[in-house]
């Protein structure tokens, strides 16, 4: 990966959000916020990425964009669709906190303990094993540069670069820095990997080998399909379930009951929970531990997502409600003039009335 690649994307994700101006928002009132109010954050947040609207119409590209995001939550519960109109100055205070205030977080408190903790060894394990790791992560890029800075304030691109001279001198660490890691955050990841591979076919690559570790099952199997497309019997995916990330641990619950911690998971109820389609782990860690999967890992380009990952999409989901909730309120008492719980009780009113 060479430097250039992410602090161009990164400096680009700056200069967006410092086009709105500063902001600062208290957050230390919002560590409760009502479960109906983070249920409704999250699933606008996957209408629009699916580039839906409220009743589940596609009407835009499919990608998530945090400047629509303000304007569907503003239309929604602050003013009436037709009354919307982007200059008003409340508006944009609101967008301005909102963004900037996704931007401030400390996005290193979400990454895995276990990951940070044993980065040492899974590097020196798996950067002589494999091709080429690749960091790919999809997000709002294009609009205001939030999965580029969310990915930035992590620290783990960093934290790769101080580990690798330790393991391998300064000169060989950096060549492999270069020639060994990639950097492939998009606003669509399936369309970046899509271009990504036909251009291996167009410099004249007749096969490949992917090992990809997601939290999504259904990325897994839409890797494998697109792999397939492209490659045809020649191509290979490992396909590597985060079971640890939120949705494994969902899926846990559904299978063995809320009253069994995700912790007291034994290898074989993971592996039955995950099905033959993938290799289930625990943790990141696990993946250097499975001398057969480090085997079949062997040669491969390693595809890393980051949300749920690399990074607590739990913990990640409370910070960004509190976040989203302080510009909320902040909103609602100076376009609304009210104060106190009347703003929780005119957010849920307005939220109930959606349905």
Known sequence: ??????????????????????????????????????????????????????????????AMDYREYARRIWSELIVSEGSFTPDDPVFQEFERDLIGGLHSIDQSSTVYTDLRENLPRIIEVLYPLVQKTVLWSTGDVESTGYQVVKIARSGVIEDVRRTLPGLLGDETAEEAFRKKTDYMVADNKMDALRKYLQKKVESGKTSIKLA????????LDKVKALVAEIFGESGEVISVWATYSREGRSEFVKQYGSERSFESATDEEIRTMAGDKCVPVKSFSAIVDDPELLKSLEGSELFIDFDGVVSDNIAMRKEQSRVKMAALVKAVEEKKELHGDDVEKYLLERLRSLH
């Open 1 to 62: 990966m060479s430097q250039l690649k992410y602090q161009t994307a990164e400096a680009d994700a700056a200069m967006k959000v410092s086009s709105l101006g500063s902001t600062s928002l208290d957050l230390k009132e919002y560590e409760s916020i009502p479960k109906e109010l983070v249920d409704y954050f999250f699933r606008l947040q996957v209408q629009i990425e699916k580039g839906h609207d409220q009743s589940g119409v596609s009407v835009r590209k499919s």
């Open 212 to 219: 990809v570790v997601e939290d999504s099952r259904g990325t």
